[in-house]
């Protein structure tokens, strides 16, 4: 992380003396970028036209854009309007090249006479694309947990049905399903979606309703050790440093890099937006009140990173992270900027050296640039993600990066009031050196933690701790804004 800094640090000061050699109005190094937005398939009528106006990055003064049908020219520049003399299926190819490499999109228009195309029938059941977090869910005795399907269609007219071990519990226009873990035992939720009264999804659903909080508590020892001794998810969105010097097939081999890298006091990135870490103590960490443990990274003033920081009680004691996740309130929770359940889609490259592609669950979409100038390994795709494409989900924060330069050479990311990882926080970044913690560590308190519904959750303590990036943004030559742990820390052994 230092030599990244260095780095940047250098290259600003070659920069403002004439010395980096950018061409105006593109990024040097990187390949362009075409990109449509809401879909690519465009119903056209006859005698009627069609202008569309996909988004471009990285052009240079030498970019050229070109518009083909059956690889012939019919038109140039970043828009193009289509006249069909012909009812049919057409299909129209826009090409950017620059100096440093091509890209193109293809664009279907589909030309009626009179008629539009009909819309396609209603999907049967389970053919709709809904999700959940997981298939299985765990919650201790006397708490709550929401039961939430995500991918619904919000401009058509839904009805959701849950029932509970066989008895319908809740059904109507809201697709939120408060489940209390009132009963000790497994328990199995049905969710059905209906459209205009046909069923169009359907999912079953299990609930471990555990014991009481405390069951399964483990108190410090004298032999405690205060750092996190075990990474146990591994899951980054692309990035610059993902793959690089280092070969993970498997999330086992991707976790064992992770925790390998903090061992030795290197920072690990997570990744663009989304990219996790989960980590875990050899005891729980009691919940005082006041800091309970720290984040440690090596986080510059007007360069943060920030991470969300979730909190987990291993609430059914089998020893791993797959009970319920609690977000640590910080400064920007509740703001109108602040978007929960804001879910980003990853899709891999197809070929070595090419920028990762994301939309995200807000009509969005854009790319992980690849620094062809600074990484170079073939790609910044996780290797150890099966699918050709992975969706990570929390909660994103406003980003607030720009140019104070006006020119592309200094990006300012500006610090966060509180609650964050890799963030110079004039608040939760305490002189602790004196402890043998670093200046570098942002400390958290459990009681910040609350339930989905924003109320304290007043947990007891914690068992595993999850860093999550929160921002989705990039900052020109110095790539995508990701956020980088370097040690988890039970604050209170060492206080």
């Known amino acids: 992380m230092l030599f990244r800094r260095l780095s940047i640090f250098v290259l600003i000061i070659v920069s403002l003396f004439g010395a980096w050699g950018c061409h105006e109005g593109g ?42 049908v059956n690889g012939e020219t019919v038109g140039t520049g970043e828009t193009f309007t289509f006249t069909p003399d012909a009812p049919g299926v057409y299909y129209i190819t826009v090409e950017v090249t620059t100096e440093w490499g091509r890209d193109f999109l293809e664009i279907r228009f589909d030309v009626y006479d009179d008629t539009p195309p009909p819309e396609p029938p209603m999907p049967p059941v389970d053919s709709v ?16 947990i929401r039961l939430l399907p995500f991918g619904i269609d919000t401009t058509k007219d839904c009805t959701f049905c849950w029932n509970l071990d066989g008895t319908t519990v809740q059904q109507g226009p809201d697709p939120l399903y408060r489940f209390e873990a009132v009963q000790q035992g497994s328990h199995t939720v049905g969710f059905r979606m209906f ?6 999804a359907e999912h079953t659903l299990t609930v471990l309703v555990c014991p009481p909080e405390g069951t399964y508590h483990r108190s410090a020892a004298a032999g405690s050790a205060p750092n996190c001794n075990r990474v146990f998810d591994f899951t980054p969105a692309p990035g610059q440093f993902i793959n690089e010097n280092y070969t993970a097939t498997t999330m086992e081999e ?11 006091g290197n920072y690990v990135s997570l990744g663009g937006f ?31 990173e920030p991470g969300i920081v979730w909190v987990m009680q291993d609430e059914d004691g089998n020893g791993l992270p797959d009970d319920t996740w609690y977000e640590l309130k910080g400064s920007e929770y509740g703001l109108d900027c602040t978007l929960q359940d804001y879910a980003v889609t990853y899709y891999r490259p197809e070929a070595p050296g090419r920028p990762v592609a994301w939309t995200d669950n807000r009509g969005g979409s854009g790319s ?12 910044y795709y996780p290797a150890w993600i099966g699918p050709d494409s992975y969706t990570l989900r929390g909660t994103r924060l406003e980003a607030r990066n720009y140019d104070a330069s006006g020119s592309g050479v200094l990006w300012i990311n500006p610090d966060y009031g509180w609650g964050y990882a890799d963030n110079f926080s004039p608040i939760d970044m ?21 339930t989905f ?39 209170n052994l060492v206080k």
């Open 27 to 68: 990024e040097e190094g990187l390949p362009p970028i075409v990109a449509l937005s809401g879909g690519k398939v465009f119903p056209v009528k006859l005698g009627e036209s069609c202008t569309v106006s996909p988004s471009f990055e990285h052009l240079t003064d030498q970019a050229v854009i070109r518009w083909l």
């Open 129 to 144: 694309d809904i999700t959940f977090e997981r298939s299985e869910y765990h919650v201790a005795l006397g708490r709550a």
């Open 195 to 200: 459209v205009d009264g046909q069923a169009v």
């Open 254 to 264: 991707a976790c064992a890099y992770a925790f390998a890298r903090m061992q030795d």
């Open 274 to 304: 989304g990219g996790s870490l989960v980590v875990g103590f050899d005891h729980s960490v009691a919940c005082s009140g006041g800091y309970d443990f720290a984040v440690r990274n090596s986080v510059y003033t007007n360069y943060s």
């Open 368 to 379: 992980i640039d690849y620094l062809s100038a600074y990484h170079r390994q073939d790609y």
């Open 430 to 450: 305490l002189p602790d050196e004196a402890t043998g913690i670093t200046a570098g560590c942002n400390h958290f308190r459990i009681a910040d933690a609350v």
């Open 453 to 491: 519904d924003g109320k304290p959750a007043s947990l007891q303590y914690i068992d595993f701790v999850k860093v999550q990036t929160g921002l989705n943004a990039k900052s020109g030559w110095l790539g995508e804004l990701s956020t980088e742990v370097m040690d988890v820390i039970d604050y």
